[in-house]
């Protein structure tokens, strides 16, 4: 039998297979309702599964599920139980692998591509190592590897593989009795992932703390919390002259070059992404007072020395224009929450803070530094900030004095 994209021919029953019991199928139907329903994502129902199925005499050496996933970066994830261990293990595959051999020489390429069913059985002889999954399980001593099609209600085809290692492998009752719970298998995983691409378009659109606070319920119009926080904004130089000159596709991808340099280090220092606004980006790092500000402040002057640190080092390659920014940093209290129309709403932060640090940002631009922190912000910081001067900010009464890290001062 050769690995291609055609599913596998039935493999003949054997003798002792017409006299298999098979699976109790509808107690099985009813378990998953009542309790694999209940069960916390697709590792915990596999677990459960897995030993459900054990229970019910099934010699299970290893169970698999292998989801197709909407995301920005990863195409699917897998889950893989073994009838020893207590965990799943959990594995996020890139949209790159679609090009790399494993999956393309894999089984789930053709399952997953509408194949359908396919099986190995590795204690033929020849053993049929038509992947190179198989190779490894026949090591490990399974005796019979089956992949199965999970078709979700939208289309979307998923996998569940089986893998024994008693002596002939799987009976066909027992194999019969496994496709009678594909169904219900497929509709626990895809209200699990339904559940889980509702958060993961949300974090992507919005941030993680934002998505949090809609899917618990934080959807109505005009509500809100003040919210006591480090402020950042950020704003690419000469981005009209840039878009007025580069293609789209070379546009495109030195703003995405530029935003991973800002975002990343926020990230990484806990801040809250909440908006990207054309060549600008808005983020929060809330904090409570005292040494949590100090806290929350130092780690949002870190991210910024960063963020201009990766763009320089993204510079020096000299791939592109160079990209020339300001960040300005700012602490004061926010209301966060719903704005907008009564059907489309915005989940962000307003209020006379975030007026003043985009202002400020306005000033980096002038003064031709990369970075200014308001007074209120050095205040907070156990960083070496140091003054350069008073300036009067668009919109807003009176001179402001603005820092800067001594490192960046001008010469004086």
């Not at 359908?116 to 001593?141: F, V």
């Not at 497929?186 to 993961?200: G, N, P």
């Not at 910024?304 to 320089?312: G, K, P, R």
């Not at 001594?406 to 010469?411: L, S």
Request: with cysteine; net charge neutral.
């Amino acid at each position: 039998m050769g690995a291609t994209d055609k599913a596998h021919p039935p493999v003949p029953p054997r003798n002792d297979d017409v006299r298999g019991t098979g699976l109790p199928v509808a107690d099985l139907l009813c378990w998953l309702i009542a309790e694999g329903r209940v069960q916390k994502g697709p590792d915990a129902l596999l677990v459960a599964l897995g030993r459900r199925l054990l229970a019910q005499g099934l010699p299970l050496l290893r169970v698999s599920f292998h989801l197709q996933t909407l995301h920005p970066l990863l195409r699917s994830r897998s889950f893989v139980w073994w009838r020893e261990s207590e965990d799943v293990a959990v594995a996020d595959h890139g949209r790159e692998t679609v090009d790399q051999p494993r999956y393309l020489r894999g089984p789930l390429r053709p399952v997953f591509n509408g194949a359908g069913a396919l099986r190995c059985r590795l204690d033929a002889e020849p053993p049929q190592l038509d992947y190179p999954i198989t190779i490894d399980l026949k090591r490990a001593g399974a005796t019979d590897y089956v992949v199965m099609p999970l078709r979700f209600g939208d289309g979307t085809i998923n996998a569940v593989t089986w893998t024994t290692d008693r002596p002939g492998g799987f009976t066909s009752a027992e194999l019969a009795g496994l496709d009678a719970l594909l169904a219900g298998i497929a509709l626990l995983l895809e209200v699990a992932m339904v559940r889980k691409v509702a958060a993961t378009v949300l974090e992507t659109y919005i941030g993680r703390d934002a998505a949090r606070r809609v899917l618990a319920g934080e959807i109505t119009r005009g509500r809100g919390h003040t919210l006591h926080a480090a402020l950042w904004y950020c704003d690419m130089r000469n981005f009209t002259r840039l878009s007025e000159t580069l293609p789209r596709d070379v546009l495109i991808g030195l703003l995405d070059g530029y935003f991973d340099c800002m975002a990343k280090p926020v990230q990484a220092a806990r801040g809250e992404i909440l908006k990207f606004l054309g060549d600008g980006m808005l983020a929060v790092f809330p904090c409570g007072t005292g040494p949590q500000a100090c806290d929350a402040v130092d780690r949002a002057l870190t991210a910024a020395t960063e963020a201009l640190a990766a763009l320089e080092a993204r510079n020096a390659t000299g791939e592109g224009p160079r990209i020339e920014t300001g960040i300005a940093l700012h602490i004061g209290d926010v209301m966060y929450g719903n704005i907008g129309a009564a059907d489309r709403l915005d989940f962000t932060v307003i209020g006379p803070a975030v007026n003043r640090v985009a202002r400020v940002e306005d000033i980096c631009r002038d003064t031709r530094l990369t970075l200014l922190t308001t007074a209120e912000f050095a205040a907070a910081s156990t960083a070496d900030l140091v003054s350069v001067g008073r300036h009067a900010l668009r919109g807003i009464a009176g001179e402001q004095e603005l820092f800067t890290p001594r490192a960046m001062a001008p010469a004086t």
